[in-house]
């Protein structure tokens, strides 16, 4: 209380960090008297009148009112200090977030253009047969691109893959590798084999598995030629 005003402040601090008070003010004791302002302007050394004058000028206020706005700006000064903290939190865990995504984006990327580098025909598959993942070499070997195929059935996109759906889930239930090597198949009128490889795969409890195709055609043909040409020289040994 200076001179019959009154004021008020309250402070605004974020997570314990003061930031700005906020101040209210000034208004004027309602008890406050004449004579004890011109005893005021005597102490002060200020000109009676000039005081008085410019002291009848302030909006008077009863010490009962004058509590309950203080009251009310030090709970709106409360409140602006929790949402402010609110908000500086959020936008952390926003750019938390967003950094994490980045972060799971170049990854995703990384992983990708490790599969895609691949020679081999990698296929994501979930429990239900469905293509999760498509890479390069797929799209490379079968005309079909990674947006037709994801989502689709594994049978639908690849036909001849029909024999491998019980290795599927044989190796889900197992989590044990599954393989089924030089399968012979008919492509374009010609026989071709391929080596087939499932791997399991658990991921934040979706099951699924990963297969790889490997064209193994010419190493086969390198093999019955191989065969062949030992029995010609078992058959040459015998002839001479």
Known sequence: MSGGLWDAGAGIA??????VNWLIGQVRDENQTEEKMRAYAKEIGADEEQVL???????????????KVAQALFTLAGHLSSSAYHNVQQARFITDRKKAEVELRHLRNYLSNIIDSMPSVIIGVDAES?????????RRTTGITAEQALGQSLVQVIPRLQPELQRIQ???QTRQEQTDLKRPYQQNNT?????????????NGVEGVVIRLDDVTERVHLEEMMVQS??????GGLAA
């Open 170 to 172: 044989t190796a889900i």
């Open 53 to 67: 004058t410019a002291f009848w000028e302030v909006p008077a206020m009863s010490r009962d009112q004058f509590d």
């Open 230 to 235: 030992e029995k010609m020289l078992s058959v």
């Open 191 to 203: 026989n071709r084999y391929e080596d087939v490889t499932i791997y399991p795969l658990i991921a």
């Open 130 to 138: 469905r293509i999760t993942q498509w890479n390069t070499e797929a």
């Open 14 to 19: 974020v997570g314990g960090q003061h930031i």
